[in-house]
């Protein structure tokens, strides 16, 4: 069946950098556009990034432009999120979500993976 | 700061219907199709609409949900008292070059 398995959380100093993985099974990986959304303790659902289908197009959150990078290796089936420069206010769950149509990256996402935890504390 | 809103919460007994409304504007809901998630305690959000009013398998025909112009709504009818978790509208912002979710609504049944 379609999986998504996050990795790659954990507890880091402001300032300091972390990658996050997202494998994805049960499905042609290359073919969905793939998205990170985020969601800090007891706040609602916030996008962060999202990739094309073939890694060509990137879009950010302006809460991460410049210190966050989306990419893709689509040979793996995984996609990464750099976080870099971090901050407390990215402290959140980190989903990663597969887009729910094909070839398609503007229409949002339909199968989510169980998130990884971000904790930014010194 | 979200750019669509929603109420806070919603709330009926059960059996009745709950509508929950999706304000936006012309570069999102306006111009870009509008999905619902539903997010129950502790767990990844599950998508419950795609495409303005298209229901995944598996989800119940309980749920429904409409577009007009800038704002969106998701019906709930024969409420359940598993409906009593989060619900997420969401859509592509032309504007802002990016997905953009609703502030979120908590339904309770009564």
């Known amino acids: 069946q379609v999986q998504l398995v996050e990795s790659g959380g954990g507890v880091v100093q402001p300032g300091r950098s972390l990658r996050l993985s997202c494998a994805g099974t049960?499905?042609?990986?290359?073919?969905?556009?793939m998205y990170w959304v985020r969601q800090a303790p007891g706040k609602g659902l916030e996008w962060v990034a999202v990739i094309s289908y073939d890694g060509s197009n990137k879009y950010y959150a302006d809460s991460v432009k410049g210190r966050f990078t989306i990419s893709r290796d689509n040979s793996k089936n995984t996609l990464y999120l750099q976080l870099n420069s971090l901050r407390a206010e990215d402290t959140a769950v980190y989903y990663c979500?597969?887009?729910?149509?094909?070839?398609?990256?503007?229409?949002?996402?339909?199968?989510w993976g169980k998130g990884t935890t971000v904790t930014v504390s010194s | 700061q979200s750019v669509l809103t929603q109420p806070p919460s919603a709330s009926g007994t059960p059996g009745q219907r709950v509508t929950i409304s999706c304000s936006g504007s012309s570069s999102n809901i306006g111009s870009n199709t509008v999905n619902w998630y539903q997010q129950l305690p502790a767990t990844a959000p599950k998508l419950l609409i795609y495409?303005?009013?298209q229901r995944p398998s598996g989800v119940p025909d309980r749920f429904s949900a409409s577009k007009s112009g800038t704002s969106a709504s998701l019906a709930i009818s024969g409420l359940q008292s598993e409906d009593e978790v989060d619900y997420y509208c969401?859509?592509?912002?032309?504007?802002?070059?990016?997905?953009?979710f609703g502030t979120g609504t908590k339904v309770t049944v009564l």
């Open positions: 979500a597969r887009a729910v149509l094909e070839m398609a990256t503007i229409f949002g996402m339909d199968v």
């Open positions: 049960g499905f042609t990986f290359s073919n969905y556009a």
């Open positions: 495409t303005n009013n």
């Open positions: 969401a859509a592509w912002d032309d504007s802002l070059n990016g997905y953009v």
